[in-house]
């Protein structure tokens, strides 16, 4: 191997080790995008996640409210149920005593 042969051989090992190096860097490109990715795709991951929790949540809050004022409407009609009984059963008396009191107040 003469001088001229080296020369080749050293360009030609500069060559490959120009080439390694640009495959290397488009390889940490290509890695760097692809974990840009994998980061945007597991944040959209999450929110829509969380969207879902909290729609859940909401919905679950909903239907205990209409539960809670379903049982504050029957209670509200059963007790006024009560109170009209209560009214029926309290007139006479009433009467009587409103009776009372006016002949206590007018004269006769």
Not at 20 to 33: D, L, Y
Request: charged share 40%.
């Amino acid at each position: 191997m003469g001088p001229q042969s080296d020369v080749e051989l050293i360009k030609a090992i500069y060559r490959a080790e120009r080439e390694a190096e640009r495959i290397v860097r488009e390889a940490e490109e290509t890695g760097r995008a692809l974990l840009a990715a994998a980061e945007t795709a597991a944040r959209e991951s999450v929110e829509a996640k969380n969207l879902e929790i909290t729609r859940g949540e909401r919905e679950k809050r909903e239907k205990e409210t209409a539960e809670t004022e379903k049982e504050a409407q029957t209670l509200l009609e059963r007790t006024r149920l009560q109170v009209e009984a209560w009214v029926r059963r309290s007139e006479p008396g009433i009467d009587s005593i409103a009776n009372a009191l006016l002949d206590r107040i007018l004269p006769s």
